[in-house]
Structures are given as structure tokens and as C-alpha cells.
Antibody, heavy 126, light 107 residues
Framework: EVQLVASGGGLVQPGGSLRLSCAAS????????MNWVRQAPGKGLEWILF????????LDAASVRGRFTISRDNARNSLYLQMNSLRAEDTAMYYC???????????????????WGHGTMVTVSS | DIQMTQSPSAMSASVGDRVTITCRAS??????LIWLQQKPGKVPKRLIY???SVQSGVPSRFSGSGSGTEFTLTISSLQPEDFATYYC?????????FGQGTKVEIK
């Protein structure tokens, strides 16, 4: 079964740090770029970070620039989100989601945002 | 950044109704448009990709159309399980941007 399982959320004080993980199974994780998307309570979806399949290139949203970092470990089939200098407005459900596929000389957008993790909640509050 | 504007933001409809949701991009995004469905407390689910390709397992009553800056999600005959919030998402350029969502409620 194709699956993404996010973990690591919790309650953290303003200014604190947290590291989220997203474990992939059922597909060749190393051939997919990945994204982090978040959703504040009662609000819409916001894309925040992207990483290529190799991890060589990263793109971020202005709202998290300089505070959040995305990384991956293809050997462990895992994606990470390091969050520093957390603010109250970072309170949200955080989802990992698949990006484009690049493997064996083939490029495909077939699964772009087609696979989503179940999300992990981050609450920033004193 | 590309702005994605959905309309309406909310609507009431009855089972069996034909429902149309529109998404307008602030600049040309070709066909790089995805539609997602989200039910309360649940993970977003992709319904349509590439503007008009229906995700495997998604009922055929869902369809997508458009190109450039104007896109439409149509539900041909609304079913009870379709009451949810729908989002469009452009993946033509970064930052990726979502529409604000359309909440479809029971009339």
C-alpha cells in the first residue's frame, strides 16, 4: 500500500523548535520530489516547502523562509521538516505530499500531490 | 506569485444537483491545475490532475476542464458523500498556490 505517515507534531512554545518526519512506504520514495503543506485550524491549504528527489534543490514559501528547512534521507525513505523560531501563526496541521517523479530517465507529473500523509498537528503556544 | 481565486467560496446544493466550481489563475498556468477534495478532519484527496485527468478510483461524475487561467470542476450529480471542501492548486510555478476553497453544503 502506498503510504506516507507523518509524525513529530506537538505543543511547543513560541521561539521553540520542532522536527517533523514523514515516512514513505509502498513506492520508490527516492524517485519522487516531495512537498510540505500546512493548514491552520479552520483555514485553507498552504504550500510551504519542496525538495527534489535527490535532495539537491529546495524551494520555500516566504512565510517560512529562514526558519523552516526541508530535508530527506532516501536510504530511510524519510522526509523531514525542521522548524525553528516557531510563531503562533505556525500552528497548523502539517502534511507531506508527493511531487513529480524522476527515475530511469523518465519524468512524470502523474503523482504530483497525489499521495498525502495523514498529517501531524503543531501547536505553538505558551 | 500566482493567485488562485475560487468561486463560489461556499454553496448549498441538493443531492442530484449539477455543481460547478470555478478557479481563476492570475496568470497563465497552462494545464498545471489540480483539484482536491477535503472532508472535515480528513486528509486532502486529489480528484483531478492535469486539469482534466480523473484520479483512479474517483467517480466519473467528477470532471475538470479549462486551460490558461480559467478552470472548472464539475460534479454532474451531487451525492451525499460529495459534501466537502474543494480546493484548486496550481503547480505551474513556485510558490505553489491553492485557491481559498469552496465548501459544498447540503441544502
Amino acid at each position: 500500500e502506498v503510504q506516507l505517515v507523518a509524525s513529530g507534531g506537538g505543543l511547543v512554545q513560541p521561539g521553540g523548535s520542532l522536527r517533523l518526519s514523514c515516512a514513505a512506504s509502498g513506492f520508490t520514495f527516492s524517485t519522487y520530489s516531495m512537498n510540505w503543506v500546512r493548514q491552520a485550524p479552520g483555514k485553507g491549504l498552504e504550500w510551504i516547502l519542496f525538495i527534489t528527489s535527490s535532495g539537491n534543490s529546495i524551494l520555500d514559501a516566504a512565510s517560512v523562509r529562514g526558519r523552516f528547512t526541508i530535508s530527506r534521507d532516501n536510504a530511510r525513505n524519510s522526509l523531514y521538516l525542521q522548524m525553528n523560531s516557531l510563531r503562533a501563526e505556525d500552528t497548523a496541521m502539517y502534511y507531506c505530499a508527493s511531487g513529480d517523479f524522476y527515475g530511469g530517465g523518465t519524468y512524470s507529473l502523474h503523482d504530483v500531490f497525489g499521495i498525502w500523509g495523514h498529517g501531524t498537528m503543531v501547536t505553538v503556544s505558551s | 506569485d500566482i493567485q488562485m481565486t475560487q468561486s463560489p467560496s461556499a454553496m448549498s446544493a441538493s443531492v442530484g444537483d449539477r455543481v460547478t466550481i470555478t478557479c481563476r489563475a492570475s496568470q497563465d498556468i497552462s494545464s498545471y491545475l489540480i483539484w482536491l477534495q477535503q472532508k472535515p478532519g480528513k486528509v486532502p484527496k486529489r480528484l483531478i490532475y492535469g486539469t482534466s485527468s480523473v484520479q483512479s478510483g474517483v467517480p466519473s461524475r467528477f470532471s475538470g476542464s479549462g486551460s490558461g487561467t480559467e478552470f472548472t470542476l464539475t460534479i454532474s450529480s451531487l451525492q451525499p458523500e460529495d459534501f466537502a471542501t474543494y480546493y484548486c492548486l496550481q503547480h505551474s510555478s513556485y510558490p505553489r498556490t491553492f485557491g481559498q476553497g469552496t465548501k459544498v453544503e447540503i441544502k
